[in-house]
């Protein structure tokens, strides 16, 4: 924390990843640095917080939910891995704020875009992947996985490309519809500076980073959620109990109601502490020669904040390797907020959706548990809760489970 926040202008940068800098190109929110990232990083942000005003997110999840509950409903008590259904929705939720309009679950376009979000998710954690940040300049003219995720890649920024066109056709200015349209008028406004940086492969790039950054992420944090919540009944049970006083079976979860749901809130950041997502956080780089405490760091150093260790400290969180309730709880049974709470990193580089995960985190989880029962394929004894390691990303183990009607 004293890196990112403290000296947070001098790690601002994105670390060196070969990898993912073939992919982007220096350009987009997530991994760009210096000029680009700083004229994309406030658009981003201001963009997200205009969508969001009226509520306008929060519906497209709450609409996005209720579809959810219908295939939940359409399992008819078979048991079923979850992983598919939650990653349409978080992925659906993204293209209404994307694109404007969500896609039918069995859309062939839409598939194909999901199989491509996860086949490089999983192929970024093949060995040749992990050479290609090695040996980038040899790897570039040799077959492998690598060489999948870039063509993979390009047929992501084609899909992207092909919703930007239909936005230009449609485009009105003064009512934009979602962030492309945003980001089309931000574009005409700077047509005439040179160094603008929101030009046509900014905005499929930005886009992109969006999927990439929150679809899989929020799917797998929902995933890891249902898991601990068969695993702990008690848990489970108290969360049912807290919806049911609050929300009642009827009403649609709105993010109002967590400021009266505190061991709901207390049981999502616990989530979030345990699974640590992105243990090593995105890598960072300095961008000129600095001292940190008593070491010298050249400027272009990669850096990787290690977010699980403040996750995990056991001084903020007594037995850390443990899921509890009460590391978010105080003696009144409010939400006790810590300063060690950072999965979504912290500082300048902070993740630009944390607002908007925490609503789908919320919004989702309730109602599902408003409206189903949740039934572990074994024993909770039988679950493990611990998570697999990947490129950046942990992920929870697979497992099966059957949802009952409330």
């Not at 963009?47 to 509520?55: F, N, P, V, Y």
């Not at 797998?220 to 807290?242: A, F, R, S």
């Not at 505190?262 to 950041?269: E, F, M, R």
Request: aromatic content about 10%; proline content about 6%; overall charge neutral.
């Amino acid at each position: 924390m004293e890196a990112l926040v403290a000296q947070g202008d001098d790690f601002n940068d994105r670390g060196a990843s070969p990898l993912l800098m073939k992919t982007n190109t220096g350009t987009g929110i997530g991994l760009s640095s210096g000029e680009i990232w700083k004229q994309l990083r406030p658009f981003g942000e201001t963009t997200l917080d205009m969508l969001g005003m009226g509520q306008s997110i929060e519906k497209k999840i709450q609409e996005e939910a209720g579809f959810l509950v219908n295939r939940l409903k359409s399992t008819n008590g078979r048991t079923f891995d979850p992983t598919d259904f939650l990653r349409q929705t978080t992925t659906n939720i993204l293209c209404s704020i994307a694109f404007g309009n969500r896609f039918n679950y069995e859309d062939k376009d839409f598939l194909r875009f999901l199989h491509l979000l996860d086949e490089n998710g999983e192929l970024q954690s093949t060995t040749m992947a992990k050479l290609y940040n090695i040996f980038p300049t040899i790897l570039d003219y040799l077959p492998g996985s690598h060489q999948k995720i870039f063509k993979n890649t390009e047929e992501l920024k084609q899909f992207i490309s092909r919703q930007v066109d239909m936005h230009q056709e449609t485009l009105q200015p003064k009512q934009p519809r979602d962030f492309i349209d945003a980001f089309l008028i931000k574009m005409e406004q700077e047509k005439q500076n040179c160094h603008s940086a929101f030009d046509l492969p900014g905005l499929v790039r930005s886009t992109l980073d969006l999927f990439v950054g929150g679809s899989q992420s929020t799917s797998l944090t929902l995933k890891y959620g249902l898991l601990v919540l068969m695993k702990y009944p008690k848990v489970h049970e108290k969360i049912l109990q807290e919806i049911d006083s609050v929300i009642g079976p009827s009403q649609t979860p709105c993010m109002s109601d967590l400021d009266k749901m505190p061991y709901t809130d207390a049981v999502i950041h616990e989530i979030h502490r345990c699974i640590a997502l992105v243990p090593l956080n995105v890598p960072h780089a300095v961008n000129k020669d600095i001292f940190f405490r008593q070491y010298f760091i050249p400027k272009g150093t990669t850096v990787f904040p290690a977010v699980k260790s403040s996750l995990y400290d056991s001084r903020e969180f007594p037995n850390p390797q443990q899921f509890d309730v009460g590391h978010f709880l105080d003696k009144k049974g409010a939400l006790r907020k810590s300063e060690f709470f950072i999965p979504f990193s912290t500082g300048k580089r902070e993740c630009l959706g944390k607002k908007l995960i925490d609503i789908i985190i919320f919004v989702t989880l309730t109602t599902i548990l408003q409206h189903f029962t949740l039934k572990p394929l074994g024993g909770p004894d039988d679950l493990d809760t611990t998570p697999t390691s990947g490129f950046l990303t942990v992920a929870p183990k697979s497992y099966q489970l059957s949802v009952a009607p409330r």
